[in-house]
């Protein structure tokens, strides 16, 4: 008895049936972009183990002095049904920030590592020189110099974390060294820091010269506070990143290090001299820069940053690579595709779901080696290892070493293209457009004459380019 003759399916079945199987390695893929977001929370708590007992982002302020002054306050009861009305004295701070403020800021970056992971710390030295002087129309305020408290003055300097002050801090009041204590911040740096008792009868000016060390890890900023405030940071890593409410003025990064100034007057910070309000921390932006918290206050400062950043984001990368896994996956199986109905090799659904656990599997191997020797390295491994894998794996699918020596050109140009894609993030979607319709077109032009609905040839006959 002749066996019957197998019909194969019409075109526009495969290519709905290939279009399902793409869609169906979304799972994998989302798979490997959690394990990412996972390997990024851990590094995270890596890098937080790391900088424990030596000290995290810092933001310092100050000097600024505090004043005690007494006034009347008008405080009203109600006795018996009628309003009582009482005065009585208290006692609240004044705060005199400098008229002239320039600070020198050196910081020295050190890598330091925990398992795989790596965090940037630093060593910063700070030093400055202040000059304070009272206004002129104290009498314009309703403040009565004979009410200020000048024996009670003290001047406060704001560390967010003071646990990275080292000991060599040092406070000098026109010419007299003073000892410094600690506590008594301001609020801008969650009132932690440290304070010292200052002699002065607020007449003239009071000139202070001051200088600290202190640890802190990634990022480092100042909340100015005067009339005019300069600061000028220094330091080897030659890749910072400016945030906060102000830029430098003036910068020169070099592959050796880097130079900045900023320059802030009190007119930008819009606030006076002279308040009896406290500002609150700052709200600074950036990935890995958290606000301290706020314990009261009128508001947030406002504050200049510094951040000690890798060029490359390792993370961030392999996760703009995984949300490329489409094009990749979508054009290897276009070509299979192709080839089967065009060409006339016969291609399974297990085979494509096995060249596409294939192509999801780059992205792993991208994921594990890149935490061990880096981005550019670990891409080159795991294309290679991809590459080597499908193209090998396609001469045995596609019946032709021919054939799939095509396809592992392909996957070298879509990889070499990724590449470029993650290094020029601001034209990728322009490369991605122009790459997406050229590969329209060709799609539309190899099978323009293929009829989508109809059967396609038996088993039995014979294909004939």
Do not use: C
Request: charged fraction near 20%; aromatic fraction near 10%.
């Amino acid at each position: 008895m002749e066996n019957p003759v197998r019909r194969q399916r019409s075109p526009g079945i495969k290519f709905l049936g290939t279009v399902l199987l793409a869609a169906a390695l979304a799972v994998p893929l989302f798979m490997v972009y959690a394990l990412v977001w996972d390997r990024q929370d851990q590094s995270r708590t890596a890098r937080a183990t790391i900088t424990q007992g030596w000290g995290g982002p810092q933001i310092v302020t100050g000097p600024v002095l505090v004043i005690p002054y007494e006034e009347n306050s008008v405080e009203t009861t109600v006795t018996n049904g009628q309003e009582v009305r009482q005065v009585k004295r208290v006692t609240r701070n004044l705060y005199l920030s400098p008229k002239s403020h320039d600070v020198a800021t050196a910081i020295e970056p050190e890598r330091k590592k925990k398992s795989i992971y790596e965090s940037v710390i630093y060593d910063a030295s700070l030093s400055g020189k202040a000059s304070f002087a009272m206004p002129d129309d104290l009498d314009r305020r309703g403040i009565e110099t004979e009410n200020m408290k000048f024996d009670r003055a003290e001047l406060h300097f704001g560390i967010s974390d003071a646990r990275g002050l080292q000991n060599d801090s040092r406070v000098v009041a026109n010419g007299k060294a003073l000892t410094t204590k600690p506590g008594a911040g301001l609020q801008a740096s969650g009132n932690s820091g440290f304070f010292t008792f200052v002699d002065w009868d607020g007449t003239g000016t009071l000139d202070v010269d001051w200088s600290y060390g202190l640890r802190g890890s990634e990022t480092l900023s100042l909340v100015p506070r005067g009339a005019d405030t300069e600061w000028s940071v220094t330091s080897p890593w030659p890749h910072p990143s400016f945030s906060g409410s102000f830029l430098p003025a003036t910068s020169d990064v070099r592959d050796d290090g880097f130079t900045a100034t900023f320059a802030v007057s009190d007119l930008a910070l819009g606030e006076d001299l002279l308040s009896n309000t406290n500002p609150g921390a700052p709200l600074i932006g950036g990935p890995d820069i958290v606000p301290v918290y706020e314990r009261g206050g009128v508001g947030p400062s406002m504050a200049a940053s510094v951040g000690l950043v890798e060029p490359v984001d390792l993370y961030s990368q392999i996760d703009r690579s995984v949300k490329y896994g489409f094009l990749i996956i979508g054009f290897t199986f276009l070509a299979f595709l192709m080839f089967d109905i065009v060409a006339g090799a016969s291609v399974s659904a297990p085979e494509y779901l096995l060249t596409g656990a294939g192509l999801v599997l780059f992205f792993v191997l991208l994921l594990a080696f890149a935490e061990v020797i880096g981005f550019a390295a670990a891409y080159a491994v795991a294309s290679i290892a991809i590459i080597g894998l499908v193209t090998a794996y396609s001469a045995a699918v596609l019946k032709s070493w021919k054939r799939a020596k095509f396809i592992g050109a392909l996957l070298v140009g879509l990889y070499a293209l990724l590449f470029v894609l993650l290094s020029l993030e601001a034209l990728s979607l322009l490369i991605g457009s122009v790459l997406l319709f050229f590969a329209l077109a060709g799609t539309m032009y190899a099978t323009r004459n293929v009829d989508w609905q109809g059967i396609g040839r038996s088993s039995g006959e014979e294909f004939r380019p």
